[in-house]
């Protein structure tokens, strides 16, 4: 009985070495995931789960999932994203609306960062009486909207790029990386939320990239891609004031670029003086 007990412990060893052995680059980090089952932990493995990149070992009784992936094919971040897109909230992100909604009702934690919501807006009330119940329970302004930072800065790098002034554009750009930054997900809609988490990464890649270069040429073309990006995000959010999807055919060695703009007036932010007014209006977000 005793060399049974061993011979499994043995076995026990050489399984998780060669589990590990799959993965290179092995980092591991314990990371709370909500969750309450059985279930949960199947879904938060599987989410977590690409072969011989990434695997997650959530408990139960702790809430707490050991993440291990490979360094150089992924991260902890791009893993957390893809478990909250399954529907289980985590430290770096909240869950979509939809996705936990999907859940089994066995699956369905508290939300601890909705709740937190909630008792702020209850506290806000009791410190400050009835007027504050009336702002509590009016409906969102377009000023409320969290995603109105992020359009404004992106607007203001917009405009310095029509003016062609590099030092000016990579200047703004820091207060575009600031609002990116600061984005509350547990405020944003469960579509705005979704692609949130889809374009986040690539918004910060771009902004970062314009703001630390004062190459008009280079901040341009982290433009584009930042601003296909702005338009889906701001796609879903569905707009109180009209934002202006617009299209120059001669950016990019002919290929094409396209911006957003506050205003239905094309002033073109790759080609400025130069071609001011090539470019149309090709949609009309709001």
């Not at 909250?84 to 430290?91: E, M």
């Not at 995603?147 to 203001?156: C, E, F, I, M, S």
């Not at 630390?212 to 701001?234: G, P, V």
């Amino acid at each position: 009985m005793k060399s049974m007990k061993i011979l499994m412990a043995i076995l026990l060893l050489l399984s998780t070495t060669l589990s590990y052995a799959e993965i290179k680059n092995v980092t591991t980090e314990n990371v709370e995931v909500a969750g309450k089952c059985a279930q949960c932990k199947q879904g938060i493995e599987a989410a977590a789960f690409e072969k011989n990149i990434s695997k997650a070992d959530w408990d139960k009784e702790t809430k707490v999932a050991a993440v291990t992936y490979d360094s150089k094919k992924t991260s902890l971040d791009a893993i957390l994203k893809k478990i909250a897109l399954a529907g289980y909230d985590n430290k770096a992100y909240l869950a979509p609306d939809d996705a936990y909604a999907k859940l089994e009702e066995c699956c369905r934690y508290e939300r601890i960062g909705k709740n937190q919501l909630v008792a702020e807006k209850k506290t806000t009330v009791h410190e400050h009486g009835a007027a504050s119940m009336e702002t509590a329970t009016k409906p969102a302004s377009a000023d409320a909207d969290p995603l109105k930072p992020v359009l404004d800065a992106y607007y203001a790098v917009k405009d310095a790029l029509v003016s062609s002034d590099g030092n000016a554009t990579s200047a703004i750009a820091t207060s575009l990386v600031k609002a990116l930054k600061t984005v509350k997900m547990d405020e944003l809609g469960s579509e705005q939320h979704m692609v949130w988490m889809k374009v986040m990464k690539d918004l910060n890649f771009d902004a970062e990239h314009i703001e630390e270069t004062k190459d008009l040429s280079h901040q341009r073309d982290h433009f584009s891609s930042l601003s296909e990006n702005m338009y889906k995000l701001i796609k879903s959010a569905k707009p109180a004031q009209a934002v202006y999807y617009q299209h120059c055919p001669m950016a990019k060695e002919g290929k094409g670029a396209n911006w957003l703009s506050q205003v239905s007036e094309i002033k073109n932010p790759y080609y400025g003086a130069q071609m001011l007014n090539c470019g149309k209006t090709t949609e009309t977000l709001k």
